[in-house]
């Protein structure tokens, strides 16, 4: 019987509900450096001199993951035991993303509030269940910074934003989904390859059916921060299901795509294409770093990054957790919108005057636009058209400081492809400094490693992405 994939639309509204992340820890301490497999440790001991001190930072946020670096393996297990003996400190993820974020303890894989034997036999188990046809629950840090929770290992997937949608071409896991949101269905990298594959329904934006999910069945749903995303589908669904679990991961969110790339990978067996795709951007993140940690303050290009409002001129830039934000950031500038955060809001209004009071502060200006790879018409202009108005528009307030003016396309400036943008960006602060980079033919390889079966071609194109 031939199996017919079936693709969900999901048009969605947005839709905010307030959390509050709630941590509790007991206190009992544990030094018995026998392995007494009924041992336990409550208390949280992340700084002692005498024990030894995992280097942290990796990126796969997965509880169990007791180091914390990019894998969850063997070095693990050893971890936990070590705590356990009282011969390591706990590594601790607090990732203060939002008022949902908590301290996760990494060592502590079955989330109960305490380190144990059964976190040792926990991360075992996730070890050796990727191709598993029985499910358990994975603990995880999502978006937000919360611990979630879904059920591993995840074989089904509808996708509720493109940004998302993206992520699963990265991790070439597309064969996987069985859904997307609307804007997702129209992109042209997913189109191409998937528009005779799935059988298209309509849904609500931001925050899709619970109907339409229920009749889809995925194992998950993937989506972004609970700021914005499938609040209502997550109270609709049945409280007691061993699928269609919500899981939020960054997509576009900070300065965590990797991350979330990554743990995404882990959860739906794609940890492969996942490790290769973090290696590639690491590579370049670290050649850049390492070409602009020589610069002093006064020698960083001030930056701003107009959010494009095509038909509302207002000042508005975008702000930390945009994406677009850290993109600049990640090409070695420094985001002058730092200096007038009016809102907490990703996305910053400013008055006029404020741009103008820069003066010669401001370097250079790269604004968003939506054209997409076939430079479609977005509100009735195309990606060169708008770059020309926006050169007008922002001409009158810093043309007499020499500001350089860019388009960038959203499809670069954020989300798994931000890369692209970071190397774009990087030319042109620093055009010196990364004379070797050719950035159209990086992001010719980005795609043919990272968009599978999408034949764009960017020498063609050229004036398309980046102006």
């Not at 693709?7 to 018995?32: E, F, M, Q, R």
């Not at 002058?336 to 502060?361: A, H, P």
Request: aromatic share 10%; with cysteine.
């Amino acid at each position: 019987m031939k199996v017919v994939q079936l693709l969900i639309v999901l048009v969605v509204a947005v839709v905010a509900v307030a959390g509050v992340g709630i941590y509790v820890t007991s206190n009992h301490g544990g030094n018995d450096n026998s392995h007494d497999s009924s041992k336990e440790v409550t208390e949280i001991v992340t700084n002692d001199p005498s024990r030894e001190t995992a280097a942290g930072g990796g990126r796969l946020w997965i509880l169990g993951n007791a180091n914390m670096d990019d894998a969850l393996d063997e070095k693990d297990v050893e971890w936990i035991q070590k705590i356990l003996d009282g011969k390591a400190n706990e590594v601790v993820l607090d990732t203060k993303l939002s008022t949902w974020a908590v301290k996760a303890r990494m060592a502590d894989a079955n989330n109960d509030g305490k380190i144990s034997q059964a976190d040792i036999d926990k991360v075992n188990s996730l070890r050796n269940s990727a191709d598993s046809t029985t499910k358990q629950v994975l603990y995880y840090v999502d978006v937000d910074g919360a611990v979630n929770s879904m059920h591993y290992p995840a074989k089904t997937i509808v996708s509720t934003y493109e940004q998302n949608t993206k992520q699963l071409c990265t991790l070439n896991a597309m064969s996987k989904c069985i859904g997307v949101d609307e804007g997702s269905s129209k992109l042209a990298y997913t189109n191409e390859q998937f528009k005779d594959n799935f059988l298209i329904s309509s849904s609500t934006r931001f925050d899709p059916e619970a109907t339409t999910i229920m009749g889809a069945n995925p194992d998950i749903i993937v989506t972004g921060t609970r700021q914005w995303y499938c609040n209502e589908l997550e109270k609709a669904l049945p409280a007691q299901r061993t699928n269609m679990d919500v899981v939020r991961i960054s997509s576009w969110e900070d300065d965590n795509v990797l991350a979330g790339t990554l743990t995404l990978g882990f959860m739906i067996g794609s940890l492969e294409k996942a490790k290769e795709y973090v290696a590639w951007c690491d590579s370049i993140l670290k050649t850049i770093e390492e070409k602009t940690s020589t610069l002093t303050e006064d020698q960083k290009v001030k930056v701003l990054v107009p959010r494009g409002q095509y038909d509302n001129w207002k000042v508005t830039f975008n702000g930390p957790r945009s994406g677009k934000f850290e993109t600049s950031e990640s090409a070695g500038a420094y985001n002058l919108i730092r200096e007038n955060l009016t809102s907490t809001s990703t996305n910053v209004e400013v008055q006029e005057s404020w741009v103008l009071g820069l003066g010669d502060k401001l370097d250079q200006i790269v604004s968003i636009v939506y054209g997409g790879f076939d430079n479609a018409s977005f509100k009735g202009y195309t990606n060169k058209e708008y770059y020309d108005m926006t050169v007008d528009y922002y001409s009158a307030l810093t043309s007499a400081n020499g500001t350089q003016i860019h388009v960038l396309d959203n499809i670069v400036g954020q989300g798994t492809s931000y890369i692209v943008g970071v190397i774009y960006m990087a030319k042109w602060f620093y055009p010196t400094l990364f004379s070797e980079f050719n950035a159209d033919a990086l992001f010719q390889e980005y795609i043919d490693k990272f968009m599978p079966g999408f034949s764009f071609k960017v020498s063609e194109h050229s004036d398309v992405i980046a102006i």
